[in-house]
């Protein structure tokens, strides 16, 4: 069994990957990033797991940014977390975001940076 289909291997990666973003990914080696990413690729419970935590931080975005963020994509307001979180991981997932600006993004844990990095990631 190659080590990347062992279940363990994955539960463990998934974690690295949510504490990650979770404690503002200043602790995130690159290759935890590209492992993360991987994962996001191939499995749907760790992708939904990063997106319910940068649901959490997005929520921490100042109440302006959301509704900024709302008008520029025409949804409502309570649905700029999830949109933006679902730009975020995808771009993770494809490689569209870089290892160093995730860094920027999620060790300011700062919501409108979180915000701003999902309308580039678009």
């Not at 289909?5 to 504490?19: E, F, N, T």
């Not at 959301?66 to 771009?91: G, L």
């Amino acid at each position: 069994m190659r080590k990347s289909d062992d279940p363990l291997h994955m539960i463990r990666s998934a974690a690295l990957i949510v504490i990650g973003l979770s404690v503002a990914g200043c602790g995130m080696s690159r290759e935890s990033y590209e492992v993360g990413q991987a994962q996001m690729r191939s499995s749907p419970a760790f992708r939904q797991g990063a997106m319910e935590t940068c649901i959490n931080d997005a929520d921490r975005a100042p109440a302006e940014e959301r509704r900024r963020f709302a008008a520029r994509h025409r949804i409502p307001t309570r649905d700029v977390s999830r949109t933006a979180c679902r730009r975020i991981v995808n771009a993770i997932a494809q490689n569209r975001l870089t290892y160093e600006k995730y860094r920027e993004v999620f060790s300011s844990g700062d919501g409108s940076k979180l915000l701003r990095a999902a309308e580039a990631a678009g």
